[in-house]
């Protein structure tokens, strides 16, 4: 049983209830212009290059089998990423960390390993395991395996998703999950053309039918300054929920440009967008709180 992951944080406070472990899985089936996470986009291992730690040693050439790695004619380190085949033996080698490999084949015993040490202190503030990415969906096998050793020991269970994909796909995984965090991005069509590339309707129509389900879901919206943080898309949201039964919460994220340095590691475009004003986030929490229950952006203040 293996599955590609890019990362694994202990004590992570934002991802769920209480103390978690976040398990962030490689494989999105969305492309949304903002993202944070830019190297969760594909489902497999790559090589970040961090160029100010390159000390143009030229031990990575070297190594280098398909010559993606090269010195020219000033002893200056080039990356040819389009003949990079991510095989992590530069990365390895590269003391000053300028190289690093993102993403990695990992097995069911080890990512339990990690979890599971820290299982008191789940225990103790209510916390647990969230499953994020990415999409975690798309490794519904390993997902699957997983949450199932975590529920034989008594783990609390968390899944991040934006549900782009086939019901089934996360049907499979509800009957060992305690909660899922389920983001909506806007309900206009605009909005996904033009900066998610994914199916508005197959993702309303799957948290609608999680609903049905009985799993309690928290709903989140990435708030994006000129696309999808006016009046009328919020209330358009919060309405929505509130047609749901089993919604624990809704709250709204501001938007943050911290995706750009790893976009650039991963010499990928990067796009920048705007964050909405602290006061501009607070009425738009107030307006989606005449409709359901709202946590604020900082999660510790709830509107009725």
Same mark, same amino acid.
């Given at each position: ?11 992570? &406070? ?6 978690? *472990? ?8 969305? !492309? ?8 969760? /986009? ?15 040693? %030229? ?14 004619? *000033? ?11 991510? =095989? ?5 080698? =590269? @003391?000053?960390?300028? /190289?690093?490999?993102?993403? !990695? ?6 990512? +339990?390993?990690? &979890? ?13 395991? *969230? ?15 997983? +949450? ?12 991040? &998703?934006?549900? @782009?994909?086939?019901? %089934? @796909?996360?049907?499979? /995984? ?30 309303? #129509?799957? +948290?609608? !039918? ?30 929505? +929920? ?25 010499? #990928?475009? @990067?796009? %920048?967008?705007? *964050? ?29």
């Amino acid at each position: 049983m293996k599955g590609v992951v890019f990362d694994v944080q202990r004590f992570t &406070t934002h991802d769920g209830p209480g103390i978690r *472990t976040t398990v962030f899985f490689k494989g999105c089936t969305a !492309r949304c212009g903002w993202c944070h996470n830019p190297e969760s /986009l594909s489902d497999r291992p790559e090589i970040q290059y961090y160029a100010d730690r390159c000390l143009h040693c %030229a031990k990575c050439s070297a190594l280098c089998h398909t010559g993606a790695h090269r010195m020219d004619e *000033t002893g200056r380190h080039v990356f040819d990423r389009g003949s990079c085949v991510s =095989c992590g033996l530069c990365a390895g080698e =590269c @003391f000053s960390n300028a /190289l690093v490999l993102c993403g !990695r084949e990992t097995d069911l015993e080890e990512i +339990l390993r990690q &979890t599971l040490d820290d299982k008191a202190y789940y225990d103790q503030s209510g916390g647990g395991v *969230t499953l994020s990415g990415g999409e975690p969906v798309l490794q519904g096998d390993f997902c699957e395996a997983l +949450l199932k050793r975590l529920k034989d020991v008594n783990i609390h269970t968390c899944l991040q &998703t934006a549900g @782009f994909y086939p019901y %089934a @796909f996360l049907e499979r /995984l509800l009957p060992w999950l305690d909660l899922v965090m389920y983001d909506v991005k806007g309900l206009s069509g605009v909005i996904y053309s033009e900066h998610i590339h994914a199916n508005m309707r197959t993702a309303v #129509k799957n +948290l609608r !039918r999680l609903d049905e389900n009985g799993v309690p879901i928290v709903v989140r919206t990435p708030c994006i300054a000129g696309v999808n943080d006016s009046p009328d898309e919020i209330e358009a949201i919060a309405g929505l +929920l509130s047609e749901l039964s089993n919604l624990w919460y809704y709250q709204l994220i501001p938007y943050h440009g911290l995706g750009k340095v790893k976009s650039d590691t991963l010499g #990928k475009a @990067f796009k %920048a967008y705007g *964050t909405p004003s602290k006061e501009h986030l607070r009425e738009l929490e107030r307006l989606a709180a005449r409709h359901v229950r709202v946590h604020d952006s900082r999660g510790d203040v709830c509107y009725a």
